[in-house]
């Protein structure tokens, strides 16, 4: 069940006598139970719909069971059944109607297409290092074993990307390599001053610095001290 059917099949229970007045009319109240024949409100006594209990679990409200038929659900369930709705939306809008609440805000599709950042932007860094991983298991996190960089149980600001875009020049054809990058933070490590990217087999990484929201591309050979100062524990 959805988060918003469950909060709906909630809210219905806490006043499930209203709810069976209104959809299980020709019922009646027997103790802490509305009974009723059957889904489609007939006179009798098969289906009995519990008025008070816990929000969920054992005894909960709103719970109901037709003896005759052996059907069971919430009321989420029995007023789709009494209304004939198919769809859960359908049921949802219902319920929210009866409820008196006003439809759910729309959301924005998680599956619809970023726009592309401008290259060496800071959008471009910061989207670059969220889609590298954690070094540990990785190459990276060998390539630095071997150059006895050993300090990686909590390095943060290393991370690794398995098919990182590398142009050694403007005018060449773009490639793809496995990248160590990093985020270069100010000795407070106050936010990120640069995103850098090693491509293997290069010795110069593409850089993108950041300066007071301004994005500066730039270009500088790297070596193993800004892995070193990287992977050090924050003082």
């Known amino acids: 069940m959805s988060s918003q059917a469950a909060d709906l099949a909630r809210c219905l229970a806490r006043d499930a006598e209203a709810v069976c007045r209104r959809y299980l009319s020709n019922g009646r109240r027997r103790g802490r139970y509305w009974v009723v024949g059957d889904v489609a409100n007939t006179p009798g006594r098969s289906l009995f719909v519990r008025l008070t209990g816990p929000d969920s679990g054992k ?21 789709a059944l009494k209304l004939g709705l198919e769809r859960l939306r359908d049921v949802l809008d219902e319920a929210r109607s009866f409820l008196s609440l006003p439809p759910p805000q729309p959301t924005a599709n998680r599956c619809a297409p970023q726009p592309s950042a401008p290259i060496r932007s800071p959008a471009s860094a910061r989207r670059l290092f969220a889609m590298a991983q954690p070094i540990s298991g990785t190459i990276a996190e060998t390539y630095l074993r071997k150059r006895g960089i050993t300090a990686l149980h909590d390095a943060p600001a290393l991370r690794f990307h398995p098919r990182c875009y590398y142009r050694p020049d403007a005018d060449a054809p773009t490639e793809i390599w496995p990248a160590l990058v990093a985020a270069v933070t100010d000795l407070g490590y106050l936010g990120h001053r640069n995103i850098q990217h090693t491509v293997r087999g290069c010795g110069c990484p593409a850089v993108a610095e950041v300066n007071q929201g301004r994005l500066v591309g730039g270009c500088y050979c790297c070596s193993s001290h800004a892995a070193e100062a990287a992977s050090s524990p924050k003082n």
Do not use: S, V
């Open 59 to 79: 005894g909960a409200a709103g719970k109901w069971t037709d003896a005759a038929t052996g059907q069971h659900g919430d009321l989420l369930d029995l007023i």
